[in-house]
């Protein structure tokens, strides 16, 4: 079955940098979308950025743009969220998930079936 592995999460002080991993297992990956979601707490959960396997395609919410980019190793079938100049409404847990979705949907949460336990994200200012 689909497994999710994050990694990467820790407590940095606003304006640092910090850089999640998701190692996905399971399946061919090459339809689908790596995204990564993020939780605060009282908050629902909202998409952070995403990224397609089959080609070079990302996707962020304005919120992150210009400072976090999502990247990915096809061989490691591994996503990267690299998070710079943090600031404290960043904290958060994050979330990577990875689903056949289209590109109207893929910062709607529901659509992804497969979540990984989630890694936790702490900003100190």
């Known amino acids: 079955q689909v497994q999710l592995v994050e990694s990467g999460g820790g407590l940095v002080q606003a304006g640092g940098s910090l850089r999640l991993s998701c190692a996905a297992s399971?399946?061919?990956?090459?339809?689908?979308?790596m995204a990564w979601f993020r939780q605060a707490p009282g908050k629902e959960r909202e998409f952070v950025a995403a990224?397609?396997?089959?080609?070079?395609?990302?996707y962020y919410a304005d919120s992150v743009k210009g400072r976090f980019t999502i990247s990915r190793d096809n061989a490691k079938n591994t996503v990267y969220l690299q998070m710079n100049s943090l600031n404290p409404e960043d904290a958060a847990v994050y979330y990577c998930?990875?689903?056949?979705?289209?590109?109207?949907?893929?910062?709607?949460?529901?659509?992804?079936?497969?979540w990984g336990q989630g890694t936790q994200v702490t900003v100190s200012s």
């Open positions: 399971g399946r061919t990956f090459t339809s689908y979308t």
């Open positions: 998930a990875v689903e056949v979705v289209i590109m109207l949907t893929l910062q709607r949460a529901d659509k992804y079936n497969y």
């Open positions: 990224t397609k396997w089959s080609d070079d395609s990302t």
